[in-house]
């Protein structure tokens, strides 16, 4: 899965209309889906799925039944820490994961389950890899579903 960092020049001032919200400071959820864009064999880069296969409301938060990709669709929101679905979803190679973190403020690509309750993720803040506590970090998570 290819690492995105949501402050790129080449997206980081496109605005999530029809708000006037920018990727750059508020698109985390948009470039993590993006990196399952990725792993989903669809590359798409954040600028080129706002309003065609991501929609957004007035204030900037994404229409989560809009997402569909060629390769891909949302299939599930889920607002808690469930190991087991999340483990469930990261083993099936039909399935990917992004995690809702930072007490519900920010989005991340889930990459990996780990001893422990421990996942590793792909960071748009900064486009960085890193190892989280899930039961410390995670508040929900949202599921996608190959086609």
Known sequence: MI?????DLRWA????LPSNLTLGRF????T???MLS???????????????????TQDGLIKWETINFPTFRFSGRFRQFDPSKI???LKDPKQAVIF?????AHWVA???ALPMGFYQIYDPWGGKSRIINGRKNIVGFSTFQAK
């Open 38 to 56: 990725d792993y989903f064999r669809c590359f798409k880069i954040p600028s080129q799925v706002i309003d065609v296969n991501i929609k957004y």
């Open 87 to 89: 483990d469930q979803a």
């Open 3 to 7: 690492l995105l960092n949501q402050y």
């Open 110 to 112: 889930g990459v990996k």
């Open 100 to 104: 809702n973190v930072n007490g519900g």
């Open 32 to 34: 993590s889906i993006c």
């Open 27 to 30: 698109g985390c959820t948009t």
């Open 13 to 16: 001032n496109v605005k999530m």
